[in-house]
């Protein structure tokens, strides 16, 4: 990659991490509506994107055609939902910046969890305001916060692609801190095996280094370390976590492509 390219990758990759961790430090909830404009906006950069990319990693490197196939889909596919998402929450982002906001009471008519493959994902919470029902996506802890509510008393605004944000609940800490500890509770009462397996892998790791470090290497000359072995469980857990990421997206882009096309 040459040091252009680098430099192009670093500043984009920037700018998406900056406008999702500042979506979740202002928004409490924001409505996800689609946009096909948007989305096509975001085909029409990303497909001559793809097309470089995937002639600039496989060219001259005797790849059949079905590899540049490949390359120009998977990166069109990452990129796509990337750029629409990112799109979506700057716009939310800039309207916060630039137009007004208004302080109010909004009946709550429903507030339920959101499922994706049967993992809790977040929260909808439905609300009467401007003469009609409005669902709004939050965060999981906020279920806890809300469930039991019948209004919410909060700073509303509307962002120029007409998607609705929420920037403050009027609710105690002491209130934010007890549904996140309860949310932490439900958590852990469905994945507490998760942190035993991992537990009993790192135990197998280290007990095969230090009581069996040549099984089954016979042409190794020296046992691998044990850092080096951690080292190898931590990066394959990253590369789950990233796929896991890419799936959950993905997933929802395919049902913002089913809502818009």
């Known amino acids: 990659m040459k040091p252009f390219e680098k430099l192009i990758v670093a500043i984009y990759a920037i700018i998406v991490v900056a406008i999702f961790f500042a979506g979740m430090l202002v928004f409490e909830m924001y409505t996800t509506e689609g946009s096909a404009a948007v989305l096509w906006f975001c085909l029409a950069f990303t497909i001559p994107v793809s097309i470089y990319y995937s002639i600039r ?25 990337l750029n629409y998402f990112t799109v979506m929450k700057a716009d939310l982002l800039i309207s916060y910046m630039s137009r007004f906001s208004t302080t109010v009471t909004i009946p709550i008519t429903e507030v339920k969890k959101y499922y994706v ?11 009467y305001y401007a003469d009609r029902m409005i669902k709004f996506e939050t965060g999981r802890s906020n279920f806890f916060l809300l469930k039991d509510k019948k209004q919410l008393n909060s700073t509303i605004g509307q962002s120029f692609l ?3 944000y929420i920037t403050e609940f009027n609710h105690s800490k002491d209130e934010k801190w007890t549904a996140r500890i309860a949310y932490l509770k439900d958590w852990w009462s469905r994945n507490w095996w998760l942190l035993a397996f991992l537990l009993l892998f790192f135990l197998f790791i280290v007990i095969s280094v230090k009581y069996f470090p040549n099984a089954g ?21 990253a590369g ?7 799936a959950m997206y993905s997933y929802g882009l395919y049902h913002v492509l089913k809502r818009n096309l």
């Open 57 to 81: 990693n496989t060219d001259g490197q005797g790849q059949t055609w079905y590899a540049y196939i490949g390359t120009f889909v998977s990166s069109c596919v990452i990129l796509l939902f």
């Open 117 to 127: 493959k049967k993992s809790f994902d977040h929260t909808d919470v439905t609300v």
């Open 162 to 164: 007409g998607n609705y």
């Open 217 to 237: 290497r016979k042409r190794i000359r020296k046992p691998v370390s044990i850092k080096r072995m951690v080292l190898m469980w931590l990066l394959i857990m």
């Open 240 to 246: 789950l976590f990233i796929f896991a990421v890419i």
